[in-house]
């Protein structure tokens, strides 16, 4: 079992940036597929990106393609959500999450197995 642990949110100006982290602690034996999904108030939880095992695949939402990348270093079972040209639509609970999946399945939140308490991102006009 893993652990992921999200850190890096924050209250940041429409226009900044911002980094995410996930932590991942427990049985870092397995790499694992990653991605992140976040959920804003009074909404359902949504798919952000995500980066495969190996970290040769990545995908995005079209919500954030060409403002947010993903990435991740194995050594550090760690992966990271560089978010630039923030919106206030941005505005919501970034959740990161981790599982052993087929790379059809990475936008998926079903086929992930573990799941990070969140950290809040806030983007002020």
């Known amino acids: 079992q893993v652990q992921p642990k999200e850190s890096g949110g924050g209250l940041v100006q429409a226009g900044g940036s911002l980094m995410l982290s996930c932590a991942a602690s427990g049985r870092t034996t397995i790499v694992y597929a990653m991605a992140w999904f976040r959920r804003a108030p009074g909404e359902d939880r949504e798919f952000v990106a995500a980066i495969s095992s190996s970290g040769s695949t990545t995908i995005y939402a079209d919500s954030v393609k060409g403002r947010f990348t993903i990435s991740r270093d194995n050594n550090e079972h760690t992966a990271y959500l560089q978010m630039d040209s923030l919106k206030p639509e941005d505005t919501a609970v970034y959740y990161c999450?981790?599982?052993?999946?087929?790379?059809?399945?990475?936008?998926?939140?079903?086929?992930?197995?573990?799941w990070g308490q969140g950290t809040q991102v806030t983007v002020s006009r």
């Open positions: 999450t981790a599982g052993v999946l087929k790379p059809i399945h990475l936008s998926e939140g079903f086929f992930y197995h573990y």
